[in-house]
């Protein structure tokens, strides 16, 4: 298939977003929903995107994430938006812990104005950025080191998370899916964060809206066991309802 014109401006549309759903492209490029199914459809066919409910993806894989640098540039803005506000919400004097993830990683980098934190986490790269905050406690979990992120993995991680219960545990995750399941992709990983949300007495979910929608192969938790989502755009359909059924609460970072 030879793309035209404007498929090929919505397949850029799409790449520098990640996701976006069918009527913000068919108002960005100005033509007429039906139109836009058809152009959407046509790619999807041809493997070039993914269409979910109401909306289209770039494909990915359930099995393997992308690479730590281009998750680290991609969404960019929006998840320093997200970081800048879960800061704000981050009281001084709490326990915190924060998973592996670039999205953890930006929050990090929001927390270093604050005093009286102690962080406890599986992320070197979290780790390394708030050991330059003076007034905050770095304690670093124990385990196998994945070199392509520096994040710490394995049961050696998972019984040193066992031994604390802070305050709030600040996730990040690389997939939410329709049925309301938080997914991820190495089953290592997944069962570190599960001890993360088990040893925490509130639950803070930061997830760009590129994550709605974007399949993983392992389930992490329910929205049901989230306290709160702080995301960058609206929340695409059928998460609302979701969301409200778990009562999480929402928070859109402008």
Known sequence: MSPNPRQILLLQAVQAQGSV??????AKLGVTLQTMRRDVQRLADEG?????????????????????????????AGKA??????????????????NIGTTTEAIAKALLQHSGLRVITNNLNVAIILSAN???????????????DRGV??????????QFKVD???????????DGSLRDYDFREVKVSQAIIAHAREVWLAADHS?????????????????????????????PALLAE?????????
Do not use: W, Y
Request: charged share 20%; proline share 6%.
């Open 134 to 148: 003076p007034r905050c406690e770095v304690i670093v979990a124990g385990g196998v080191l994945r070199g392509r």
């Open 81 to 98: 938006r997200i970081a800048r506000a879960v800061a704000a919400e981050v009281p001084n004097d709490c326990s915190l812990i924060l």
């Open 246 to 254: 778990a009562q999480v609460r929402c928070h859109i970072a402008a």
């Open 21 to 26: 759903m069918l009527d913000d492209l068919a």
């Open 153 to 162: 993995v394995g049961e050696a991680a998972i019984d040193f998370i066992r």
């Open 211 to 239: 994550k709605f929608n974007r399949p993983a192969m392992v389930e992490v938790a329910q929205l049901a066991q989230i306290d709160r989502l702080f995301t960058d755009a609206p929340i695409p359909e059928p998460f």
């Open 48 to 76: 070039l995107l993914t269409r979910f409910h109401g909306g289209v993806r770039v494909p990915s894989s359930t099995t393997e994430n992308i690479a730590h640098q281009q998750r680290e540039n991609l969404h960019a």
């Open 168 to 178: 709030i545990a600040l996730i990040g995750i690389s997939g939410i899916e329709a």
